[in-house]
Nanobody, 125 residues
Framework: QVQLTESGGGLVQAGGSLRLSCAVS????????MGWFRQAPGKEREFVAA?????????RYADSVKGRFAISRDNVKSTVYLQMNSLKPEVTAVYYC?????????????????WGQGTQVTVSS
């Protein structure tokens, strides 16, 4: 059984940083692309960042987080990370890690097969 477990969320002041982690177990981590999504109250789940499983580990970001967030993966530890810097109150949401069988990333939540339980990120002004 595949399990994705997020950690690293919390309360931080505007301008601060957080690093989210997502540990993957129960599948071959090296086989597929991984992504981060977020969902704020009353809003749909939206794409934040993704990393593929090609040789170059190509990444993709939502326009709103470019230059401030960075996604990475450690294939030895079977973990994907999301480093979030210069945080703003509008990024407050539950952040979800997701995985899919394809080596290529996708921006649509429906394209992902596996999901974590989510971790709350709250940025105060």
């Amino acid at each position: 059984q595949v399990q994705l477990t997020e950690s690293g969320g919390g309360l931080v002041q505007a301008g601060g940083s957080l690093r989210l982690s997502c540990a993957v177990s129960g599948r071959t981590f090296n086989s597929g692309a991984m992504g981060w999504f977020r969902q704020a109250p009353g809003k749909e789940r939206e794409f934040v960042a993704a990393i593929d499983r090609t040789g170059g580990s190509t990444t993709r970001y939502a326009d709103s987080v470019k230059g401030r967030f960075a996604i990475s993966r450690d294939n030895v530890k079977s973990t994907v990370y999301l480093q979030m810097n210069s945080l703003k109150p509008e990024v407050t949401a539950v952040y979800y890690c997701a995985g899919r069988g394809s080596i290529f990333y996708d921006l649509r939540p429906t394209a992902y097969d596996y999901w974590g339980q989510g971790t709350q990120v709250t940025v105060s002004s």
